[in-house]
């Protein structure tokens, strides 16, 4: 079981296929796991693109299910998983790398953009997380129950009272948009971004779509895209011309159609 | 202004750029002009001749257009596809993407079926088909808005003659689907397709969905695409991905970089 470990962080990752680096965020909130992406997600990055991509995936730090562990950084939380995702790349030698992210890899792929974008070549958000006015305490009280009182039984250093504090300032106070990054870095982020909108109660369609219209190198998907096992399959063709289209030219190998031969 | 001739067929073409070369077929039925791209969504003469050499025509016989040749009754989806692979072979091209509005989504499976070989890839934009509940919408639109000033500048075209050609190439066993092919030829079509779905009648969401779950290789744009230009915009990233990721190694660079 491959581990990135830093200080007192130990993060479980894995690697699929060769080439350009593809860091796969799974979905899942705050038990966001390698596991989950081939139990509950609507395709598998680590199958669907090994054939052209180092792709690499880990269990987010304290994730219920996950071989990941670490300090709960009140202060600082979207940060502290940003620094192990930018940790494991180091560790991993990768200097430029790719980003596809489910859900909360939403607001992760952009906290990257605002500390790494020039590591960062491309984006693909899936299925994106962000703020719906109309459900404001929605991440607060899903983790507060949902992760909260597994991991303080797994760990006694930590207690509901910190996670409560460390829940208030990774959404509670950062209640808008995507969480992470204003209106405003958006519109100026020049970096290709792809997003695949959803539509539940975590995942609001129109945040997606603001953010695909202030970007400026955005694209969109097909909507819906995952109501049948056909929708996926167009969606996953866009991301792997978008993928192909934005590698570096010295990744370049062979055309996509003859890679899907 | 370029033309190419082959026997009694005149083809007014226009080209802009240079790169891997990309066909465009105008959109606006039989009346398909060069003219008519820039009343289109978005031109691509316009949008992609700074990575590509793409190349527009007026379809023969179009009203408004610069193109004339004869009424083939008997064939009349081939004899344009004959235009189009013609004006590719006089530009000594071999192979091609091919970029079509309406009309140009069957004429494009025309191209796929006649000569697969050579079309690397294909977008169709707001693509015709057929709708069963309206099933004389093209014969129709066409016997008012093209045959009359066709039969008008042509002594030698009669309305019973466009009827007939209207008839082949949209009645009968061709009322259906995508007119040109079947749905087996595009379940087994590997070509990569990238379809751009409209939904007025003459461009039918559904058929335009049917083709791309059929298609194997194919993707779909968002939808709606043209209600807004920053919708456009961001359908025409994802052609440039398309188009940029397709084109043969050779001519690729990185659409970062030429985006900058």
């Given at each position: 079981m491959p581990m990135y470990e830093r200080g007192n962080v130990r993060i479980h990752y894995e690697e699929a296929?060769?080439?350009?680096p593809l860091l796969v965020i799974p979905g899942g909130g705050l038990n966001s796991t390698i596991a989950g992406l081939?139990?509950?997600?609507?395709?598998?990055?680590m199958?669907?693109?090994?054939?052209?991509?180092r792709v690499i995936a880990a269990d987010l730090r304290n994730a219920s299910g996950g071989q990941s562990s670490g300090p709960l950084e009140?202060?600082r939380p979207w940060d502290s998983y940003t620094d192990d995702h930018l940790g494991l790349m180091d560790h991993l030698g990768i200097?430029?790398f790719?980003v596809?992210g489910?859900?909360i890899g939403?607001?992760f792929?952009?906290n990257l953009?605002?500390r790494a974008?020039?590591r960062?070549?491309?984006?693909?958000?899936?299925?994106?997380?962000?703020?719906?006015?109309?459900?404001?305490?929605?991440?607060?009280?899903?983790?507060?129950?949902?992760w909260?009182?597994?991991l303080?039984?797994r760990r006694?250093?930590?207690?509901?009272?910190?996670?409560?504090?460390?829940?208030?300032?990774?959404?509670?106070?950062?209640?808008?948009?995507?969480?992470?990054?204003?209106?405003?870095?958006?519109?100026?982020?020049?970096?290709?971004?792809?997003?695949?909108?959803?539509?539940?109660?975590?995942?609001?369609?129109?945040?997606?779509?603001?953010?695909?219209?202030?970007?400026?190198?955005?694209?969109?998907?097909?909507?819906?895209?995952?109501?049948?096992?056909?929708?996926?399959?167009?969606?996953?063709?866009?991301?792997?011309?978008?993928?192909?289209?934005?590698?570096?030219?010295?990744?370049?190998?062979?055309?996509?159609?003859?890679?899907?031969? | 202004?370029?033309?190419?001739?082959?026997?009694?067929?005149?083809?007014?073409?226009?080209?802009?750029?240079?790169?891997?070369?990309?066909?465009?077929?105008?959109?606006?039925?039989?009346?398909?002009?060069?003219?008519?791209?820039?009343?289109?969504?978005?031109?691509?003469?316009?949008?992609?001749?700074?990575?590509?050499?793409?190349?527009?025509?007026?379809?023969?016989?179009?009203?408004?257009?610069?193109?004339?040749?004869?009424?083939?009754?008997?064939?009349?989806?081939?004899?344009?596809?004959?235009?189009?692979?013609?004006?590719?072979?006089?530009?000594?091209?071999?192979?091609?993407?091919?970029?079509?509005?309406?009309?140009?989504?069957?004429?494009?499976?025309?191209?796929?079926?006649?000569?697969?070989?050579?079309?690397?890839?294909?977008?169709?934009?707001?693509?015709?088909?057929?709708?069963?509940?309206?099933?004389?919408?093209?014969?129709?639109?066409?016997?008012?808005?093209?045959?009359?000033?066709?039969?008008?500048?042509?002594?030698?075209?009669?309305?019973?003659?466009?009827?007939?050609?209207?008839?082949?190439?949209?009645?009968?066993?061709?009322?259906?689907?995508?007119?040109?092919?079947?749905?087996?030829?595009?379940?087994?079509?590997?070509?990569?397709?990238?379809?751009?779905?409209?939904?007025?009648?003459?461009?039918?969401?559904?058929?335009?969905?049917?083709?791309?779950?059929?298609?194997?290789?194919?993707?779909?744009?968002?939808?709606?695409?043209?209600?807004?230009?920053?919708?456009?915009?961001?359908?025409?990233?994802?052609?440039?991905?398309?188009?940029?990721?397709?084109?043969?190694?050779?001519?690729?660079?990185?659409?970062?970089?030429?985006?900058?």
């Open positions: 296929g060769s080439g350009f081939a139990a509950s997600h609507p395709f598998d990055p199958v669907e693109f090994a054939d052209g991509y009140i202060d200097r430029e790719m596809l489910f859900c939403g607001p792929i952009w953009l605002k974008g020039d960062v070549v491309a984006g693909v958000l899936t299925q994106p997380s962000g703020y719906r006015p109309t459900m404001p305490d929605l991440f607060y009280q899903n983790n507060i129950k949902g909260g009182p597994g303080c039984e006694p250093d930590i207690t509901m009272a910190m996670v409560s504090d460390f829940l208030n300032n990774m959404y509670t106070k950062r209640a808008d948009f995507v969480f992470t990054v204003t209106r405003d870095f958006v519109r100026q982020c020049r970096t290709p971004i792809l997003v695949l909108p959803d539509d539940v109660a975590a995942h609001p369609y129109a945040v997606a779509m603001e953010t695909a219209h202030l970007a400026p190198n955005a694209q969109v998907s097909m909507y819906p895209w995952k109501a049948n096992p056909e929708q996926v399959s167009l969606a996953v063709r866009h991301i792997g011309t978008f993928l192909k289209a934005n590698r570096p030219a010295s990744q370049a190998q062979q055309p996509v159609r003859a890679a899907a031969q | 202004m370029p033309m190419y001739e082959r026997g009694n067929v005149r083809i007014h073409y226009e080209e802009a750029g240079s790169g891997f070369p990309l066909l465009v077929i105008p959109g606006g039925g039989l009346n398909s002009t060069i003219e008519g791209l820039k009343t289109h969504p978005f031109n691509p003469l316009v949008e992609f001749s700074n990575e590509y050499r793409v190349i527009a025509a007026d379809l023969r016989n179009a009203k408004g257009g610069q193109s004339t040749g004869p009424l083939e009754a008997d064939r009349p989806w081939d004899a344009f596809t004959d235009d189009h692979l013609g004006l590719m072979d006089h530009l000594g091209i071999d192979k091609f993407i091919v970029l079509g509005f309406c009309i140009g989504g069957p004429f494009i499976w025309n191209l796929l079926k006649r000569a697969g070989n050579r079309v690397v890839a294909a977008v169709p934009v707001q693509p015709s088909g057929y709708r069963h509940e309206m099933p004389n919408l093209s014969y129709t639109n066409n016997m008012k808005g093209w045959g009359p000033e066709l039969c008008e500048r042509r002594p030698d075209i009669k309305m019973a003659q466009v009827d007939t050609f209207l008839t082949n190439m949209y009645g009968g066993e061709r009322a259906d689907f995508v007119y040109t092919v079947s749905r087996d030829f595009v379940r087994n079509c590997q070509t990569p397709i990238l379809i751009l779905p409209d939904d007025v009648p003459g461009h039918p969401y559904v058929v335009a969905m049917e083709s791309a779950y059929l298609a194997p290789n194919a993707q779909v744009s968002l939808y709606p695409w043209k209600m807004n230009p920053r919708q456009t915009q961001i359908a025409l990233r994802h052609v440039r991905g398309f188009l940029s990721a397709n084109r043969p190694a050779a001519a690729a660079r990185p659409l970062a970089a030429a985006a900058q």
